[in-house]
């Protein structure tokens, strides 16, 4: 769907020492970090997230655990759920979010394009439907 992508990364695997996964920012996904930040020790039932980005662009990885992602548009949505440290959900700016079925002792990694920012949120599903709705239509022209 409109910017969001699935990465599957690859992984070093050696029998008797375990996986190991490197990512190269602007190499393994299509943007430079600034920021990482992780969200853990999510009691059962929580859901999270209800918000756009205007400018962001994120790469969601659930490093130990299992957590399901919503992303929509105005147009379309989906369901991702990220089980495995070697898959990446990418998503860019103007996408709704939401994260829910966090497993007990998960962990969900996240790499930012920029530094925080509380004014590139948009909380309000109403205010998102409409600046997306003609974001999207300025992104087809
Ligand atoms: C996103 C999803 C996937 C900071 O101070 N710095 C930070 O870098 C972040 C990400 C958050 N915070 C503070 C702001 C809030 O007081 O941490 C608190 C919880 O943040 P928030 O309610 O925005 O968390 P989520 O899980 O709803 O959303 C987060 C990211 O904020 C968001 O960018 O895309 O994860």
Redesign the pocket.
Known sequence: MFNVSHYKFGRFFDATYGSLTALEAEQSFPFGVK?V?Y?YEVPDGTR????S?KD?H?M?ICVHGSVK?LTKTPYEEEITELSSPDKGLY?GPMVW?E?YDFTPGSV?L?L?SE??N?ND?IRDYKEYEKIATDFLKSEVK
């Open positions: 920021r930040y969200i999270r997230g209800f918000h980005h962001l994120q969601l992602i998503i979010r994260m969900l996240v930012a530094h925080y509380v949120y």
